[in-house]
């Protein structure tokens, strides 16, 4: 296996660690891309990976968005990411999650965990018993912090609804016809909000069963999960895992917006060229899909209460506006108009 740094999405990463503990059975991976705005912030996840050298891309595709997301989302935190292997029909045992939260203790502050796929608010709670550096956290009501999913599918339902006024030229999401692939904690809030507005819903998720209960409360259509991509609708909002727009995937496309809260949608850099050459509107998933870690950020820094968190969330309509603005300025893509962004405010531009 190749060195870290000859990984293709290696991006001049601060830090990467791998973790074993042998009688956890805990593999771990930590990618810090950058801490030169804050400590590095993000979820931890906990996936089946075929390959192992899949986690370690992974991590560090996943760290280089939170770097981007935390700094555009005006946070004082630099971006991280944790990844644990979990052995195919294995067990997430408290010894292995003991074990993961050692692991982030040892980095000294450099990384702060949180939730993320695989990861609940109560195994957030055991690892913050071996370490401090850790946020997603049961909290009283009103307070920041918590499960960070619906305030992620806040910010996504928003970041949906700019789009729409973008692509559509109109401010109601009422029979607008919107595609929601995966359907879980974000893509399910984001489902709940839309259908309450009168959007016409598609719903697909890998489970079926959870899938198919939503659209039965929500009166939505139901497709098959890999079909979705391809379905006739105003909007495809994609809400599972990433790297679902590739160059086949976006010629098959059959929507003029693209705006959902999964992360690294993009398969490569020149798939944000592919999208914008067929004139379809793109919300950067790392600017969208921002409220989770507002939440998680600002509990992690004693900073703000729900309300607080809700007002920053607030903001993302006025982010995405701002860089389809420039992309339209300029030609350049949205995608890399927000990378752009992102980087000089990370100190590389």
Known sequence: MSAVWDFADFDDHEHVHMFRDRASGLTAVIAVHSTHL?????????????????????????????SYKNAMAGLPMGGGKGVILADEGGAKTPELLAAFGRAVESLGGAYVTAEDVGITDADMVQIAEHTKHVSG?????????????PL??????LGIKAAISEGLNTDSAKDV?????????????????????????????????????????????LADSAAIMEIEADVLSPNALGAILTEASIEKLRVPIVAGGANNQLATALDGQRIHDRGITYAPDYVI?????????????????????E???????????????????????????????????IGRG
């Open 38 to 66: 804050g400590p590095g912030a993000g979820g931890v996840r906990y996936w089946h990976y075929p390959q192992r050298a899949a986690a370690i891309t992974d991590a560090l595709r996943l760290s280089r968005g939170m």
């Open 137 to 149: 956290l049961p909290v009283a009501s009103g307070e920041a912090g918590g499960d960070p999913g």
């Open 152 to 157: 992620t599918a806040l910010g996504v339902y």
């Open 177 to 221: 016809r919107i595609a929601i692939q995966g359907v879980g904690s974000v893509g399910g809030g984001v489902a709940r909000r839309l259908a309450a507005e009168g959007a016409k819903l598609t719903l697909a998720d890998v489970n079926l069963a959870r899938a198919k209960g939503l659209a039965d409360e929500l009166g939505a259509e």
């Open 289 to 309: 899909n921002a409220g989770g870690i507002i939440n998680v950020a600002l509990e992690y820094l004693g900073q703000g209460s729900r309300e607080e968190v």
């Open 311 to 345: 007002s920053r969330i607030q903001l993302i309509p006025g982010r995405l506006a701002e860089i389809w603005a420039e992309s339209r300025k300029s030609g350049t893509p949205a995608s890399a108009v927000a990378d752009r962004m992102a980087q000089k405010l």
